[in-house]
């Protein structure tokens, strides 16, 4: 069957008087809707990323009840689907490594069914990403709600959000946390459904599709299981069949003046670096890039006024209270492009509200949480195509950082030597693990926030700088260089790095150097890496198709 065949399934299917419209009829009456409803048009998808083995997710059922409840409404007839559904703490080798196949799971479901268009339930870090890649690639009206963050949980009586997890963990390796408390903080860890409830990744990722205008303005910061939430997802159903009655799909909306007004929401937010791979892997589905250049001028240019953890110091439902997501645009009136979609229709400059200032946590421009980018993006001799560091959470005295690398030639290496006593080094080395990458990862795991060595940590050292070609943890802080392009498993400098040699990082000046002659690095090369790779199934297409972190990490078969 040919692509263009594919592409015009759609709803028209329930109205067709032949058999194949009898037989799809048929089989929803079977299935209990009446005969009024069947005949209905627009159909809309729900793609719902609930699943038990996705907690964060789970609230979705839920809501998927009530976005039926708002396309039929609206008028429209609302049919729910499962695709597959990726856990950041439940998947191996990383969520990265899956994310391709449910956008290829959704773009497919998408261009297959007799749906005129569709709305996508995700929510843990992977799920939108990958959703918003199929709708932008399958091309029929979309428009996403996620999950939302869930309640705070308590330690030792504290409210506690999840980027606190990284130092208690920090402290069982010291032994300063006991069997009791470690079992404890089991209990402890989530307090129900929903997504990791500070910038983490999720979160940034629900911000920038509200931005991009493919959710709900207003939506994206409200708590899972709250009664807003449960409106949003009605009123999400029956914009969906107004998407419909407009033919705007998501090429009409995700412009180039939406995807620097996305990363610009991740530079004032201090949101995750993650959230840039996954953009650049959402542009790239349209045909648009940002560029290295584009992103560094966004960034410098973007002050950090959402006060929020991981890299502020407030928590979401503040930034919630003084106006969520429309707040913010309001108060970028001049560095945002407003005229760009909202998720309502609406362009930006008439959804874009008045901060509320209630609690302080949205500043001004002229008095941001954080003056320079949130993010520095890098190149150097180290990042021939590109790295990235978060300069919110970094510590400042290591932005500018000259030091010795002690390298680590993968995952399994690090773990095995970042505590040997026999180690030569010292708060001032450059850890650098490689072999983490898209492919040496493969699907860059969240491991570039690499260990303090426990000597260094007993001494008091909280914070090195760390080098590596993999991800990390949207929650995590720390002077974390991430994503080197190209990775070392495909032949990029990183590769070559031996310990004792001296890197230079220079976040002002946008660097990130080796110091290591040409001469010497010519005599370092080692032979051509594979290109090629045999094997079988998604891993066959995952090792043979994957593309680097500077664009998006998507399949190139799968960019426009
Ligand atoms: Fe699922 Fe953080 S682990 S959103």
Known sequence: MSQEKI??????????????????????????WPASMVRRRPVIGIANTWSELNPCNGGLRDLAGAVKSGVIAAGGLPLEFPTISIAEAFTRPSSLYLRNLLAMDTEEMVLASPIDGVVLLGGCDKTLPAQLMGAASAGKP???????????????????????????????????????????????????????????????????????????????????????????????????????????????????????????GICAVGGSTNAVIHLQAIAGRLGRRLTTEQLRQLSSSTPMIADVKPSGEMLLQDLELDGGIPALMGRLRGI????????????????????????????????????????????????????????????????????????????????????????????????????????GGPGMPEVGHLPIPARLLSRGVTDMVRISDARMSGTATGTVVLHVSPEAAVGGPLALVRDGDVIDLDADAGRLDLLVGPDELQRRQIAQPRTTFGGRGFEFLYRNHVTQADTGCDFDFLQA
Not at 16 to 27: A, C, H, K, M, Y
Not at 206 to 227: C, F, N, Q, Y
């Open 7 to 32: 592409a015009r399934a759609g709803g028209e299917l329930l109205e067709d008087p032949g058999p194949d419209g009898l037989i799809t009829r048929g089989f929803l009456r079977g299935a209990g």
């Open 142 to 264: 979309a428009i996403t709600l996620a999950a939302g963050p869930r309640p705070l949980s308590t330690w030792e009586g504290q409210p506690m959000t999840i980027e606190a997890l990284w130092p208690l963990i920090d402290q069982r390796r010291m032994n300063q946390l006991d069997d009791d408390s470690w079992s404890r903080l089991e209990g402890c860890l989530s307090a129900g459904p929903g997504t990791c409830n500070v910038m983490g990744t999720a979160l940034t990722m629900a911000v920038i599709a509200e931005i991009l205008g493919m959710a709900l303005p207003g939506s994206s910061l409200l708590a899972a299981g709250s009664p807003a939430r449960t409106e949003a997802a009605k009123a999400t159903g029956a914009r969906a069949v107004t998407l419909v009655a407009e033919q705007r799909t998501p090429a009409d909306v995700i412009t180039d003046a939406a995807l620097r007004n996305a990363f610009r």
């Open 336 to 439: 945002m492009e407003l005229d760009s979609y909202a998720g309502d229709g609406r362009r930006w400059a008439d959804a874009a509200s008045d901060p509320r200032s209630v609690t302080g946590c949205l500043k001004s421009p002229a008095n941001p949480a954080h003056r320079t980018g949130s993010l520095a993006l890098l190149t150097g001799t180290l990042a021939p195509s590109g790295a990235i560091l978060k300069r919110s959470a970094a510590t400042p005295r290591l932005c500018q950082h000259r030091g010795r690398a002690v390298v680590f030639s993968g995952v399994e290496d690090m773990r095995a030597r970042i505590d040997d006593p026999a180690m030569d080094i010292d708060a001032d080395s450059v850890l650098v693990l490689r072999g983490a990458g898209p492919l």
